[in-house]
């Protein structure tokens, strides 16, 4: 006959999270099986917990279990002996390895804006980022200097009597050899603070958009000896008003005049670092492209810069007043067909189109 998991806890059935939590830190350590070697109660005591732990403690599992009771898993069978062991796995991962005491520090994630500008010399960017920096007087433990005492159980050693259980260390103390009797209170047994890490983050000439930078160790601090997590930083590289990239290379439209297209013209074009000035040919055709070696921007680890491709767009003039409609139908007037080969050959073929449609 299975017992109530709130009775094995041995708390109310309103109890909170946090009171679950207590009475299964308290319970599952003093059944432990590093503490009661060859005792065959307490290791089904000691089961019996955790299993109570880990259905209650799960907001879902704990509200089929208040309406069904035992029959609250799917099959209404008690775990299988599989199931337990794997709740043991966790129970002694998540109880008795305190937080992150091994593991490395987190990493955490972080994104910067440049413009195409960063993208061609290369820049630094200053950031600024929230991380968990380890509590110094604690020296990361979560226990406070002045209340710790040697460990009873392992009498110092940090070292397991037993070695049935996951690991050899001693599981009061985790291997430490002394235990806490007072949480630090500059972290309040966490190990950890939060704080402002302010860095410096190299963005290298020709990076792309999505491309991520490695910062070691500039992520959470451990609580133990382990290294810090690293900064991953994402760039996210802005769009230009003026300038489209496609690899090295750089696109984008020069408008001019018709007059200018026309005539021929020097005209000034913009750089991405600076200006330069572009002779048109007289009758340079709209849609015409120049290409400008080595003005794009350069690959990631330097080379030779890519190119700029400049698309010649003729603006048709807007608004025009009296005198200048007048003056363009005086010239409309005065071109022949040879002088528009494009539209001239456009009509040939409407024309003969026309022709073989009659026939
Ligand atoms: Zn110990
Ligand atoms: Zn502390």
Known sequence: MQRDYYEV??????????????AFRALALRYHPDRNPDDLDAERR???VVEAYETLSEPQTRKRYDRLGPLYRRDGRPPT????SAMLGRALGGLFRKRGAR???KDIDVRIEVGLEDVLRGAQHGITVPRQVRCQPCEGSGADPEGRKVC????GTGKSASRRWLRSECARCDGKGWVSTKRCTQCDGAGLHGSEGRFEVKVPAGCGNG???????????STGDAP????????GVREHPFFRRRGTDLFCDLPVTYPQAALGADVTAPLLDGETTIRLAPGTPSGKQLRLPERGVPPVGGGRRGDLHLRVLVEVPQDLTAD?????ERLARSFEDRQHPQRAELERLRQELLQRART
Do not use: H, N, T, Y
Request: charged share 40%; aromatic share 2%.
């Open 228 to 235: 810090a997590g690293d900064l991953m930083v994402v760039i």
């Open 46 to 48: 000691f089961k019996e």
């Open 324 to 328: 200048q409609r007048a003056d363009l």
């Open 81 to 84: 002996p599989e199931e337990v």
């Open 9 to 22: 806890l041995g708390v109310r059935r309103d109890a909170s999270q946090a009171d679950l939590k207590r």
């Open 152 to 155: 009873e159980d392992c009498a």
């Open 103 to 105: 593991g490395q520090g």
């Open 211 to 221: 491309q991520k930078l490695r910062l070691a160790g500039r992520g959470d601090e």
